[in-house]
């Protein structure tokens, strides 16, 4: 089975986040907590219903992750600018932040 | 269901009834339009009072030669997102000079209160949750409309000439 | 320009009240997301790839340095110090937070701005030429117009549920620059024998998936009919448009599947029943009234010609070449139009920093009558009215804030959408591609010498970059996980509006800058003389020759 984690935006702001392991929505995908058997991605999506429910984030969504230099990266090149920031415009988006851990998109 | 009527939470006299629930004379009862348009001669010819639901897609002016005998048309949002009623509600009143009660049912909710209203829907079926105070607020959020539609409300460009012709 | 009255004014600050009102109660949980979409949308408000974005109205493209400098100051206080200039004559802003959305709404309604309707299955902002009071070739203004039927269409009671979105596009001039042909409604002012002005009526335009070009239903509405002609438009598509497949609902679907006859008959027979039973169109007075602030500002009386303005010419080429291609025939002697270019080489389309905004407003305060601005559907701005005479102040200082680019209408002016940079709906990214076209054709004279050359770019088949009408088309495709570019040639959006052809099998990331090279060099190399235009070298000899260079002479 693929590694799933948990996007969503923030209901509040719309800042990208993901569901840590601790349980905390995280503004890092470097944070994200990864599943790959069907109870870990159970478990996500149960994540995402409540936090839904509870107004805390919207369009919550399991992305496919992959392991790249020991680090979890989403697979998608979407999802990879959506933990990053726009491509044009490299000052801008999490990546201008100094702790993004992310090697550089696509 | 709470059905609200001018501004009010009032009691539901009516019945809903689906293509084949018998049709008692003492009740008031609504049909879907398709029942009545096959059972029109003896829904009218019995004792109950009609009323017809009208989906979207049925052929508004079906009805036209029978409003004076309906006291109720319910319209039907199976979603708020579906907008073909509000059309239906306008022709009514303003084509087919339609004068008994037109009853928003199925996903309404206070957001689309004001469009409706103005429309020509004056009953409202909501679900029992629904705050009707919030309700009594929606009608205040605006105090001008652009154009002119089923109400009574004066357009803003009604307004705008009778102001100046009075301020003269 | 319109300026609110009270009322206006009124239902603005009410609108953002409500809206107030409705993210509150969503913050609060008394709406979920499937109820708060649609109410958020009808207010320009998305949800993207990084945050929130707002899309606010520039109604008809046209507002003022006033209304600039809140623009500015919004990205600034609420953004990240840019905006983005949209193809539908909006301004986009990318970095939006919910909760501060109702404060940047009150802050737009102090200079009479807002975001009704920029989203939603509802009646969107109306297209209008931006030249309009300014063009040579113009037959009625149509901004007058396009104010009536945005007043008409605000918060409509019976079309704010459509099927889906709604457009609607009205052009007075001869040469169509509003696109009015790919529009849900074009409208085409203009003068019958008896010298009445009227509208042409065309309905069923569009992009996106399925595109089509407009169709005549009515050769003549006379302007006091306008409203209840379109009344009848929308009730005869709010209640036939296809609901069950968001691909099949703009009324384009339903112009075509019923056939534009029928859509005529069913139109009049509704315009016809309606005149008897409503008022909706305007009484004379009002007509007038929203008339008299378009009417044509007190221009000075000034020669034809300026004598510092063609010394400048004679000596500096490069304000000579920035003449050439952005400063338009002005219907008044002495004026001309400017167009201010978005497209700097390799920069990002429509994109403008809060600055520069600062700077336009300041120019436009200085020099443009009226302190008037428009915003283009080709992401581009105008100054629709400035004397030749202070032409060169004006190129000096856009230039000073690096917005003095000569491109316009050039290869180098390029649409693209924001595309997989910002867009949750993207497949592909569509500006690092316009970046670096931009850059392959970075040499000026090489674009003099290319021509008038429209490129389009859209990151998903919605087609917000026009790729359909482009010369040149590119829409961004997802191939297993991979960017992936088709190209098409031929569309375009004026008076001769077509929808562009597809070559062949697509293009990767990198190759499709060279196929766009490719087909210019084609074109360069077979072009009849320096003077046939692209789109006429393409018309005259098909897509054969182009197809052979890109693919091979096998694929022609
Ligand atoms: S064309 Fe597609 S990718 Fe581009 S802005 Fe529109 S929806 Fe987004």
């Known amino acids: 089975m693929a590694a799933k984690a948990l996007k969503a935006n923030r209901l509040s702001d719309g800042e990208a986040v993901w569901l840590s392991r601790t349980g905390i929505w995280e503004t890092r995908v470097t944070l994200a907590r990864v599943e790959e058997d069907a109870d870990g991605i159970a478990a996500l999506e149960d994540a995402a219903r409540t936090a839904t429910a509870d107004c805390i984030v919207v369009d919550a969504e399991l992305i496919d992750m992959e392991i790249r230099d020991g680090a979890p990266v989403p697979s998608k090149l979407k999802e990879r600018i959506r933990a990053l920031g726009p491509t044009v415009r490299l000052d801008l988006g999490k990546q201008a932040e100094p702790e993004s851990r992310l090697g550089k998109v696509a | 269901m709470a059905l609200i009527k001018d501004g009010k939470q009032v009691s539901d006299q009516w019945l809903t009834a689906d293509a084949d629930t018998p049709v008692q004379p003492d009740i008031p009862t609504i049909v879907p339009f398709a029942r009545f348009i096959a059972e029109r001669d003896s829904l009218l010819r019995s004792q109950a009072e009609i009323g017809v639901k009208l989906s979207p897609g049925d052929d508004v002016a079906a009805l036209a030669g029978d409003l004076d005998r309906l006291k109720v048309i319910a319209v039907d949002f199976p979603a708020f997102t579906d907008g073909r009623a509000y059309s239906y509600a306008r022709l009514l009143r303003q084509r087919y000079g339609y004068r008994g009660e037109i009853r928003a049912t199925g996903n309404v909710l206070r957001d689309q209160y004001l469009f409706m209203l103005r429309a020509g829907i004056d009953a409202f079926e909501v679900t029992d949750k629904t705050q009707i105070s919030s309700w009594i607020d929606a009608l205040e959020e605006f105090s001008h409309y652009y154009q002119k539609a089923s109400d009574a409300a004066q357009p803003v460009w009604a307004k705008r000439h009778t102001t100046v012709a009075a301020a003269e | ?556």
């Open chain 3, 1 to 556: 320009m319109y300026r609110y009255d009270e009322f206006d004014a009124t239902l603005v600050r009410e609108r953002v009240s409500q809206f107030r009102g409705q993210v509150a109660r969503r913050v609060a949980g008394e709406l979920t997301e499937d109820e708060f979409k649609p109410l958020r949308l009808m207010n320009g408000l998305y949800l993207q790839i990084h945050a929130y974005m707002l899309r606010v109205a520039i109604p008809y493209g046209t507002f003022d340095a006033r209304q600039m400098r809140k623009l500015a100051h919004i990205a600034r206080v609420y953004d990240k110090g840019y905006g983005h200039f949209t193809t539908r004559q909006n301004i986009q802003f990318n970095w939006i937070k919910l909760d501060e959305t109702p404060d940047i709404l009150d802050e737009l309604a102090d200079v009479e701005m807002h975001a009704i309707q920029t989203s939603g299955n509802c009646i969107r902002n109306t297209t209008a030429d931006p030249y309009a009071g300014a063009a040579v070739d113009e037959v009625e203004d149509p901004r007058a117009w396009a104010e009536i039927i945005r007043q008409w269409s605000s918060f409509h009671p019976e079309f704010s549920f459509l099927p889906r979105k709604f457009k609607i596009a009205v052009t007075g001039a001869t040469h169509d620059r509003a696109a009015v042909r790919v529009h849900d409604i074009g409208l085409i002012a203009k003068k019958n024998e008896a010298g009445e002005i009227g509208f042409e009526v065309m309905v069923g335009g569009g992009q996106g998936r399925t595109p089509m070009i407009a169709k005549t239903i009515r050769d003549f509405v006379p302007r006091d009919h306008l409203l209840s002609y379109l009344e009848a438009v929308l009730r005869v598509y709010n209640m036939l448009g296809r609901r069950d497949n968001k691909y099949k609902a703009r009324i384009k679907i339903l112009v075509h599947e019923v056939g534009v006859e029928e859509i005529r008959s069913l139109v009049e027979a509704e315009w016809e029943a309606m005149q008897k039973e409503t008022s909706v169109d305007l009484p004379t007075a009002e007509r007038d009234r929203i008339a008299s602030y378009f009417s044509a500002p007190a221009f000075e009386v000034l020669a034809d010609t300026d004598r510092g303005f063609e010394a400048r010419r004679f000596e500096d080429r490069d304000f000579a070449a920035w003449v050439r291609s952005n400063v338009k025939p002005h219907r008044q002697t002495g004026y001309a139009i400017v167009d201010i270019s978005l497209k700097p080489t390799g920069g990002i389309p429509g994109d403008i920093t809060a600055d520069q905004m600062d700077t336009v407003a300041d120019i436009a305060d200085a020099f443009a009558v009226g302190s008037e601005i428009r915003a283009t559907y080709q992401q581009n701005l105008v100054l629709p009215h400035v004397k030749l005479s202070d032409l060169p102040a004006v190129y000096d200082r856009l230039k000073a804030a690096e917005l003095a680019t000569g491109n316009i209408g050039l290869a180098g002016d390029i649409i693209a959408c924001p595309g997989l940079d910002y867009c949750n709906l993207a497949n592909a990214r569509s500006i690092p591609i316009a970046q670096r076209i931009s850059e392959r054709f970075a040499d000026l004279n090489r674009q003099f010498d290319i021509g008038p050359l429209e490129i389009k770019i859209s990151g998903c088949i919605n087609a917000c970059g026009h790729h359909h009408v482009g010369h040149i088309g590119i829409l961004g495709v997802d191939r297993k996980g991979e960017e992936h570019y088709q190209l098409t040639l031929g569309g375009r959006a004026d008076e001769a509006a077509a929808i562009g052809r597809i070559t062949g099998p697509g293009f990767s990331y990198d190759g499709i800058i060279d196929a766009v090279e490719t087909v210019v060099e084609t074109y360069l190399a077979i072009r009849a003389n320096p003077e046939e235009r692209f789109i006429d070298t393409l018309d005259r000899v098909g897509q054969d020759p182009f197809k052979e260079r890109l693919y091979g002479a096998k694929a022609a």
